[in-house]
């Protein structure tokens, strides 16, 4: 019987959700299968997920056996994570890959004004760092927790301490997905659920960071290895919504130029955005290499791929380690855990 590995993607109908799965399919040691289990806030999207995953498994010259579960989560309720995880629980004996990757970003439109000022004082960096997006302030869940701060971080972070004892007996790895926009500068510590701040998205992948110093050496010591990971700049599914079939084509040769003139961060194509997702997978010595940077995915520019890390400035670490615990012993109470 062929031997499987168990990985939970979570966020799996997302462009770097599916490309993940593909780079797992085409990269992972050949005498493995594996067991795919596919998030979505829908059943339909995660199906569709999986029909997707299977067709790109038959087109290789190999093929693996593989099987795929669908499951519905919704990160931005807490009883929609204690399901996801009592039902895993139940039907698994262990996990060897969990990929945080699900995130929300709510933008309410383009200040175009902006976005024409940056692109003709410096385009590369209009199209690197951009401020030019407008975020929604002061969105909270139904819990009662800033949005996007429970999409991103909280809810991810409290489905897998859920699932430790799983991921313990895969001898598993657990993936953030975080971005090159973390800066510092984006998380106010004074406002941690993110509820005030212009730029929560950014303070989410800030707070992913932190999350990632502060725990990857207690996880190790439960057999579990944890890494954060980014996928540079790439085509996303997201980037439909606030663009006409103009302004996308434009935003497209932009990304190209920009590589053309030196940006490794414009990975474009998802699957290669997904290189250092995977890449951290197949570390053969894990004790050897470095937990405590953040690989991220770059392309030359003539495109061809590879892996930048790069360090991860930790200040503010203790604030975000001491609110998440605070708010998982909140949740444990809540929850009956
Ligand atoms: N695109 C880029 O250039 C870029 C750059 C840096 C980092 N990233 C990161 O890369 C990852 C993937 O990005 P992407 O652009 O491929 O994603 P995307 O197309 O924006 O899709 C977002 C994913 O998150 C899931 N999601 C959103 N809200 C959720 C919720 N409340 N509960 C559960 N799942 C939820 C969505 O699933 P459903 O809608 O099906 O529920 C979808 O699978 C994200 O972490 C993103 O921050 C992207």
């Not at 990985?7 to 490309?19: D, K, R, T, V, Y």
């Not at 670490?317 to 001491?322: A, I, L, T, Y």
Request: some cysteine; glycine content about 6%; overall charge neutral.
């Amino acid at each position: 019987m062929t031997k499987s590995k168990i990985s939970l993607i979570i966020g799996a109908n997302s462009n770097l959700g599916l490309n993940i799965a593909y780079r797992q399919i085409k990269t992972e040691d050949p005498e493995y299968g594996f067991t795919f289990i596919l998030t979505s806030r829908t059943m339909e999207r995660a199906q569709q997920a999986g029909d997707l995953i299977e067709k790109f498994n038959s087109e290789q010259e190999k093929t693996r056996d593989i099987k795929i579960v669908p499951i519905v989560l919704d990160l931005a309720d807490m009883h929609s994570i204690k399901q996801t995880y009592e039902k895993l629980q139940k039907e698994f004996s262990e996990i060897n890959y969990i990929f945080l990757n699900a995130a929300l970003g709510v933008c309410s439109g383009i200040n175009w004004f902006q976005a024409v000022k940056e692109m003709i004082s410096n385009p590369l960096n209009a199209v690197t760092d951009p401020h030019y997006k407008i975020q929604k302030v002061g969105l909270t869940s139904k819990d009662g927790m800033g949005l996007i701060f429970q999409t991103n971080v909280f809810g991810p972070f409290y489905l897998m301490k859920k699932l430790l004892p799983l991921l313990t007996k895969g001898n598993g790895v657990v993936i953030w997905i975080s971005s090159l926009r973390s800066d510092p500068n984006y998380l106010p510590l004074d406002d941690l659920e993110l509820i005030n701040s212009p730029t929560p998205y950014e303070g989410s992948k800030r707070m992913i960071d932190l999350l990632h110093l502060s725990t990857y050496k207690e996880l190790k010591r439960k057999d579990v290895y944890q890494y954060v990971v980014q996928p540079g700049i790439f085509v996303s599914q997201s980037f439909y919504q606030h663009l006409n079939i103009i302004t996308y084509y434009l935003m497209m040769l932009m990304f190209y130029l920009a590589r053309r003139w030196g940006s490794y961060w414009h990975t474009i194509d998802p699957y290669k955005a997904a290189n250092a997702a995977t890449y951290v997978c197949t570390f053969s010595d894990r004790d050897f290499e470095r937990q405590d940077i953040k690989y991220g995915s770059a392309t030359y520019n003539d495109g061809v791929e590879h892996i930048r890390p790069e360090e991860i400035d930790d200040s503010g670490m203790k604030d975000v380690h001491d609110f998440l615990l605070s708010k998982e012993k909140e949740w444990d109470l809540k929850l009956g855990y």
